[in-house]
């Protein structure tokens, strides 16, 4: 199952992203960390080394659509699986993950990356996003493999495709007017793709905090309030233990997180449809005539995950 972790910039996202990804690793969860910011702060966050996949998108291309691109078909971040393509099993030791990930106790971590020296200037990061929905659109994940993704900044996570990845979206949101109209934002344009959008309300000080979120926010949508920290102040200025403590505080929303995300059903085929849709809109907008190639027609109308999944045997076990 998948969890995005969403929120303006400084809201504390990643932060409660290392939290829950720490939360499930003591509890001997397998998790996939997928860091999707810009910033690069996960893996700081989770003690682990980091190795860029954004800037490898002919290599990772070729890894999962091998037989297209042999067949001189484009293909794009957004391109739809099909029954050819390279899959990523749910397991911490497939392939893919070995490869291009890094590991500690029972956690694998992915990192898009960030500008590098070359790129300053012209780059843009939703390209390297692009190897991110790539690989989550070839990812057959299961309710014994959790997938944890620290999203890019603000709704950036609408342009880019990262908002449908997740089974949940997960906004972080201080009792701020400019952070509350981000989430806005982001369930007005998201609306029409009944994405599962939660809130988290961070950063607060008192109960007036409180009261305000709730007065901007539906209560059916927030999840719990995470009160203002020492314990992740003295983290943040450099003492990496604190960071425990302040997961311990927050143990009980780690837990209806889990609760949440492990109640809510996978939609196979509503995933699958919003793909192929935003893949038809970004041909159409450009893509088709720049590869001088009907992209559209490269969709694999017989695809469907659950062939995939057992195709490849990929079954839940107690």
């Known amino acids: 199952m998948r969890i995005s972790f969403l929120g303006k910039g400084g809201s504390g996202k990643t932060t409660m992203a290392t939290s829950f990804i720490k939360y499930l690793n003591k509890k001997q969860k397998d998790v996939l960390a997928v860091d ?4 690069v702060h996960l893996g700081s966050a989770l003690e682990m080394a980091t190795n860029y996949i954004g800037d490898r998108f002919d290599e990772l291309s070729f890894y999962f659509e091998r037989e297209r691109i042999l ?20 397991i911490l030791e497939d392939s893919f993950l070995k490869k291009y990930a890094t590991y500690k106790d029972h956690i694998a971590l992915l990192s898009v990356g960030t500008y590098t020296d070359s790129k300053v200037g012209y780059a843009c990061y ?17 309710e014994n493999f959790y997938v944890v993704t620290d999203a890019t900044a603000g709704i950036d996570s609408v ?23 981000v989430l806005k934002d ?15 309300a961070n950063k607060i000080e008192n109960n007036d905090d409180i009261e305000y979120i709730k007065s901007e926010i539906s209560e059916q949508l927030i999840i719990g309030y995470v009160k203002s920290s020492q314990h992740l102040r003295r983290y943040e200025q450099g ?24 109640n809510t059903e996978k939609d196979w085929d509503q995933y699958y449809e919003i ?35 057992e195709k490849y045997e990929v079954n839940s076990q107690d």
Do not use: C
């Open 71 to 90: 067949e001189g078909k484009a293909v794009i971040g957004t391109t739809p699986p099909s029954m050819e393509s390279n899959f990523i099993l749910p």
């Open 126 to 142: 939703h390209s390297k996003l692009g190897n991110a929905v790539l690989m989550y659109n070839r990812l057959l994940d299961n």
């Open 239 to 262: 003492n990496v233990g604190e960071l425990d403590q302040f997961i311990e505080e927050n143990d009980d929303i780690n837990s209806k997180l889990l609760t949440i995300l492990d």
């Open 159 to 181: 342009g880019t495709s990262m908002f449908y990845v997740s089974d949940i979206n997960v906004f972080v949101v201080e009792p701020t007017k400019k952070s509350i109209q």
């Open 186 to 200: 982001f369930l007005n344009i998201t609306s029409d793709y009944h994405i599962k959008t939660y809130v988290i």
């Open 36 to 39: 999707a910011d810009i910033n």
């Open 275 to 309: 793909q192929k849709q935003i893949y038809i809109d970004d041909a159409g907008d450009w893509y088709s005539q720049y590869y001088n190639q009907d992209l559209p027609s490269y969709i694999d109308e017989n695809f469907k995950y659950e062939k995939v999944i």
